[in-house]
T-cell receptor, first 119, second 118 residues
Framework: AQKVTQAQTEISVVEKEDVTLDCVYETRDTTYYLFWYKQPPSGELVFLIRRNSFDEQNEISGRYSWNFQKSTSSFNFTITASQVVDSAVYFCALSEAIGLVGSARQLTFGSGTQLTVLP | GAVVSQHPSRVICKSGTSVKIECRSLDFQATTMFWYRQFPKQSLMLMATSNEGSKATYEQGVEKDKFLINHASLTLSTLTVTSAHPEDSSFYIC??????????????FGPGTRLTVT
């Protein structure tokens, strides 16, 4: 069975601070994908990144960066110079192979981290 | 591309009535759609996997007779909450995968439907 743990329930930072959101996962598959989503108060999920299990390169996109460490089963997300608009719930999710090749995979979500960025 | 819509975005219904939520893939065909439920301040929990032309697969603990899922076409899946009760009040989110396709790991999420049962 797969599992995603986001140990930080709530984080509060002051604008311009850097913040890292932790994500630890469990899976028995060798092929899987990891995701991060942002959920603002409106509720609509915003896709941030997808990383496959064979690509451990860290990624940077503007103020966002992701650190994938297969050895520790972690996929942490860092926001640099946080802004008030970054306030949201952030979910880490895992998709592992089920069913037939080419068939859709279901996502397992972590419990989410509520990030509040104060002005 | 890859837009998923949900209708309605918000619905209030009385206890004991049924309500239908639609999930549409607007610019692609989706053999598989997923339905999630999210209670306040909680995570998304998968309710069921909906496959076009066949019966949905429900997760453990989800009553299939209460949450009826129909996936009659490659662009539309519906979730009907039958005999709704206040405890069914939640945020329902669907997602769709473009399958068969080059990327079965990609899921496109709808904007969600907030159901309130009074």
């Amino acid at each position: 069975a797969q599992k995603v743990t986001q140990a930080q329930t709530e984080i509060s930072v002051v604008e311009k601070e850097d913040v890292t959101l932790d994500c630890v996962y469990e899976t028995r598959d060798t092929t899987y994908y990891l995701f991060w989503y942002k959920q603002p108060p409106s509720g609509e999920l915003v896709f941030l990144i997808r990383r496959n299990s064979f690509d451990e390169q860290n990624e940077i996109s503007g103020r966002y960066s992701w650190n994938f460490q297969k050895s520790t089963s972690s996929f942490n997300f860092t926001i640099t110079a946080s802004q008030v608009v970054d306030s949201a719930v952030y979910f880490c999710a895992l998709s592992e192979a089920i069913g037939l090749v080419g068939s859709a995979r279901q996502l397992t979500f972590g419990s989410g981290t509520q990030l509040t960025v104060l002005p | 591309g890859a837009v998923v819509s949900q209708h309605p975005s918000r619905v209030i219904c009385k206890s004991g009535t049924s309500v239908k939520i639609e999930c549409r893939s607007l610019d692609f065909q989706a053999t598989t759609m997923f339905w999630y439920r999210q209670f306040p301040k909680q995570s998304l929990m998968l309710m069921a996997t909906s496959n076009e032309g066949s019966k949905a697969t429900y997760e453990q603990g989800v009553e299939k007779d209460k949450f009826l899922i129909n996936h009659a076409s490659l662009t539309l899946s519906t979730l009907t909450v039958t005999s709704a009760h206040p405890e069914d009040s939640s945020f329902y989110i669907c997602s769709a995968s473009q399958t068969p396709g080059p990327d079965p790991y990609e899921q496109y999420f709808g904007p969600g439907t907030r159901l309130t049962v009074t």
